[in-house]
């Protein structure tokens, strides 16, 4: 496999990749959109909400906001050494409490990891009236978009063309585009390694 860096920034790349077939283009694409791992907000405790919008609205909008993270230090929290208790190797914490009247955005998060926190800060999560409070804590985890949409890594397409593969990729969650491509690469990997002894045991 020959992989050619055509065009790239921080978030937007276009790779074009040869010795491959459409299969396996295929699984390399739902692998980057849907099946690396990805930081997002699951857990919220509100502890105030005079807010306009409810409990449910606001914690589906944090849960979208895309968080940066280091993908080899942070385990899913069922693999976690933790048993699933939650700690610093498998959870993040987040408070909040802003009293309006006020726009509060992404970047208001408080972040008890500073390796995990909002890639933008001005993404608005409300609109806080004339005395109106928003309090809360946030826990965030990894998770994968096969899960739910909120741990998508990336959208992503590709074309053939002169029996090569161009992928037009873009990071949607807190790894930059090149990051999502390997992390990609190390699952696809795994995968194959799997299968080869699935067949092996076939074999025997």
């Known amino acids: ?6 065009e790239k920034n921080d978030y937007k790349m276009k790779v074009q990749i040869e010795g491959i077939n459409s299969a396996l283009a295929g699984e390399l694409r739902r692998i980057m959109i849907s ?9 919220v405790d509100f502890h105030a909400n005079d807010s306009i919008l409810w409990d449910e609205i606001i914690a589906h909008r944090l849960g979208l906001i895309p968080l940066t993270f280091n ?14 208790k939650g700690c610093t190797r498998c959870q993040v914490a987040f ?10 955005y992404s970047g208001d998060l408080k972040t008890t990891d500073d390796r995990v926190k909002p890639v933008f800060d001005k993404i608005p999560i409300v609109e806080l009236m004339e005395g109106q409070v928003l309090e809360l804590e946030a826990y965030a985890e990894l998770g994968t978009g096969r899960k739910h949409a909120k741990w998508q890594g990336a959208v992503v397409g ?11 990729i873009e ?7 090149d990051e999502v491509f390997l992390q990609a690469l190390k699952v696809l990997k795994r995968k194959l390694e799997d299968f080869s002894k699935d067949l092996e ?4």
């Open 35 to 43: 099946e690396i791992p990805t930081m997002a907000i699951e857990w």
């Open 71 to 84: 993908p080899d230090y942070f385990n899913f929290r069922d693999e976690c050494v933790c048993e699933g």
């Open 95 to 104: 408070a909040l409490k802003k009293t309006g009247p006020v726009m509060v």
């Open 201 to 204: 045991r076939i074999k025997i």
């Open 171 to 177: 990071s949607v969650c807190g790894l930059k585009v």
């Open 158 to 168: 590709y074309k053939a063309e002169d029996n090569k593969y161009i992928f037009t």
């Open 1 to 6: 496999m020959k992989v050619k860096i055509v």
